[in-house]
């Protein structure tokens, strides 16, 4: 394996001017720069790929950064990790990213991995990419879908919108049929059966209703699956299910619960609203309440008062979570006033910081959508306050709720940003300088710039630069390209951003000494900038 990517790097090496140029006079200066530094990504990235030291993690964030950026040439790099690297989940991304290229020179490699690959997910994604490559090749296909460990791999693919969205809608008759068939099979386990039923309702499959409300309503199938059905029976819309999915709520089985529920919002049908109060009043299971009330949000100014009552009196603040954002979806002032006054309350300042951080947020979603921008700003400051001990541990796992949260708050009510940056805690200044970047753009540029001196918090400085990044300007080259080295990633990531925005001979310069990083995450930014640096010269060219 490491001899064939040799040899497939050393012509890459020697044909990239005929096979990238195609022309016998020499490129324009910008031109050959671009597609120099593309060279050096590619050998970059081959390098780590061809060093059979590298761990699974390595090779994956090489092949990763190789299949979603590069041009064309990269193609017999690809085609060869497809059929020859020792870790599947490359050969996985690998065959899943193909697709994009269209290349019918990677046609016979994506063929041979969908019918020899010894792990199926891998075979599937193969055979989705040469569908979408050569789409008469529909043998393949039915090599897939005639086995079931390929059939099961299909259905938990396509159960998912980034895996359906793959498939070529030319193919989705098959795949409706194949699941129809495949699904009393009880070879297949739970998990499986239940992705055929999503699948189905991802493909939009009316044929398959008549089975879904079957699976639903029948009392010796496991309660996960036809908590499946009921979900897809959402999906597809099927207002003939309601009195059904109405009547399996009195299953005890948490998951059969959620999706009827689900099911329930997503139809929006009145004659549910009696049943999801008295699950949202009696249930005893949280999560179940919870989901009764997310439903209740999407039928409208009827589902107020049970909304309100559980806002103000469920011992679970999940579930007021729930009712609040329910709540905040409806143009009715009564929803206002009832937000309001549960935010005047004492339950979110008695109420655990850590188990109430969340019902904290939505509340103040709520009051932003709702028109008390005012409240919303004290709401904020004495919520930040309240969680100061564990503000850190907060931040690192719900920084973009935060900062989405405190966005609504300052279009509603901008006081909040001089709230926010003239806190004494670097948390909620860091909150409070993503806010500003986010509601005031390139106007933030004279406030942001201070954060970026090298003396400067480090969270407050990553904060800055990603800020100041979208509208980067020239004279701030060497700022940004002092960050290529920083051993922040996202400073790095920003820093990347903010010279491909200024662009130029000393952009391409600075990606490629950047290639040369001995820190593999450096060096593998690098390629992805490099890459995109270069595509965008190029198409600028053409005519």
């Known amino acids: 394996m490491r001899r064939l990517l040799s040899l497939i790097v050393t012509s890459l090496v020697v044909g990239m001017p005929v096979l990238a140029?195609?022309?016998?006079?020499?490129?324009?200066?910008?031109?050959?720069?671009?597609?120099?530094?593309?060279?050096?990504?590619?050998?970059?990235?081959?390098?780590v790929l061809l060093d059979p030291t590298r761990s699974e993690a390595d090779r994956l964030g090489a092949a990763t950064a190789l299949v979603k950026n590069a041009d064309r040439t990269a193609?017999?790099?690809?085609?060869?990790?497809?059929?020859?690297?020792?870790?599947?989940?490359?050969?996985?991304?690998?065959?899943?990213?193909?697709?994009?290229?269209?290349?019918?020179?990677?046609a016979f490699s994506l063929r041979q991995a969908a019918l020899s690959d010894p792990i199926d997910s891998v075979r599937w994604a193969a055979g989705v990419s040469l569908l979408q490559t050569d789409p008469s090749q529909t043998d393949v296909l039915g090599t897939l879908l005639a086995h079931s460990d390929t059939l099961s791999a299909a259905a938990l693919s396509l159960q998912e919108a980034a895996g359906f969205a793959a498939l070529p809608a030319a193919f989705h008759a098959t795949l409706e049929s194949a699941f129809i068939h495949a699904f009393p099979d009880r070879g297949y386990n739970l998990v499986e059966r239940a992705a055929m039923l999503k699948a189905l309702g991802q493909l939009q499959s009316q044929a398959a209703v008549g089975l879904m409300m079957d699976v639903l309503q029948n009392d010796n199938e496991d309660p996960f699956v036809r908590g499946a059905a009921a979900f897809s029976l959402g999906t597809l819309g099927v207002q003939r299910a309601v009195?059904?999915?109405?009547?399996?709520?009195?299953?005890?089985?948490?998951?059969?619960?959620?999706?009827?529920?689900?099911?329930?919002?997503?139809?929006?049908?009145?004659?549910?609203?009696?049943?999801?109060?008295?699950?949202?009043?009696?249930?005893?299971?949280?999560?179940?309440?919870?989901?009764?009330?997310?439903?209740?949000?999407?039928?409208?100014?009827?589902?107020?008062?049970?909304?309100?009552?559980?806002?103000?009196?469920d011992p679970d603040p999940n579930v007021r979570q729930a009712a609040?954002?329910?709540?905040?979806?409806?143009?009715?002032?009564?929803?206002?006033?009832?937000?309001?006054?549960?935010?005047?309350?004492?339950?979110?300042?008695?109420?655990?910081?850590?188990?109430?951080?969340?019902?904290?947020?939505?509340?103040?979603?709520?009051?932003?959508?709702?028109?008390?921008?005012d409240l919303a700003v004290s709401l904020l400051e004495n919520s930040l306050a309240a969680l100061e001990d564990v503000l850190p541990f907060v931040f690192a796992f719900a920084e973009e709720q935060l900062i989405e949260v405190a966005v609504q708050v300052a279009q509603a009510a901008p006081q909040v940003l001089d709230v926010l940056l003239g806190s004494d805690n670097a948390f909620v200044q860091a909150i409070g300088l993503a806010t500003l970047a986010q509601v005031k753009g390139e106007f933030a540029?004279?406030?942001?710039?201070?954060?970026?001196?090298?003396?400067?918090?480090?969270?407050?400085?990553?904060?800055?630069?990603?800020?100041?990044?979208?509208?980067?300007?020239?004279?701030?080259?060497?700022?940004?390209?002092?960050?290529?080295?920083?051993?922040?990633?996202?400073?790095?990531?920003?820093a990347f951003s903010a010279l491909m925005r200024i662009g130029?001979?000393?952009?391409?310069a600075s990606f490629s000494a950047a290639l040369a990083s001995p820190d593999l995450a450096t060096s593998l930014q690098a390629v992805e900038a490099a890459f995109q640096f270069g595509n965008r010269i190029l198409a600028s060219k053409q005519p």
């Not at 690297?85 to 991304?93: G, H, I, K, T, W």
């Not at 001196?453 to 990553?462: E, F, V, W, Y």
């Not at 130029?504 to 391409?508: P, V």
């Open 75 to 106: 193609m017999p790099l690809l085609t060869g990790l497809l059929l020859g690297d020792r870790f599947a989940s490359v050969r996985r991304a690998i065959a899943e990213g193909l697709g994009r290229y269209r290349a019918p020179e990677a």
């Open 504 to 508: 130029g001979a000393q952009t391409a």
């Open 445 to 494: 540029r004279a406030t942001l710039l201070p954060f970026t001196a090298p003396d400067a918090h480090r969270l407050l400085r990553r904060m800055a630069f990603e800020g100041l990044a979208p509208w980067a300007r020239p004279e701030d080259f060497s700022s940004f390209n002092d960050e290529l080295t920083n051993r922040d990633r996202r400073t790095r990531a920003a």
């Open 21 to 47: 140029w195609g022309q016998a006079s020499p490129p324009p200066p910008a031109t050959d720069q671009a597609r120099a530094l593309q060279l050096e990504a590619l050998q970059t990235v081959a390098m």
């Open 324 to 373: 609040v954002s329910s709540l905040a979806l409806m143009d009715d002032p009564d929803a206002g006033e009832a937000v309001r006054t549960f935010a005047l309350g004492n339950y979110l300042t008695t109420c655990d910081p850590q188990a109430c951080s969340g019902l904290a947020l939505a509340t103040l979603s709520a009051l932003a959508k709702l028109g008390q921008g």
């Open 243 to 313: 009195p059904a999915l109405i009547a399996v709520l009195n299953n005890d089985s948490e998951a059969l619960q959620v999706g009827a529920l689900g099911a329930l919002g997503r139809l929006k049908n009145t004659q549910a609203l009696f049943a999801l109060t008295q699950v949202l009043n009696h249930e005893d299971s949280a999560e179940v309440r919870a989901a009764a009330a997310a439903a209740l949000g999407a039928l409208g100014e009827r589902s107020l008062p049970s909304l309100i009552d559980a806002l103000n009196v």
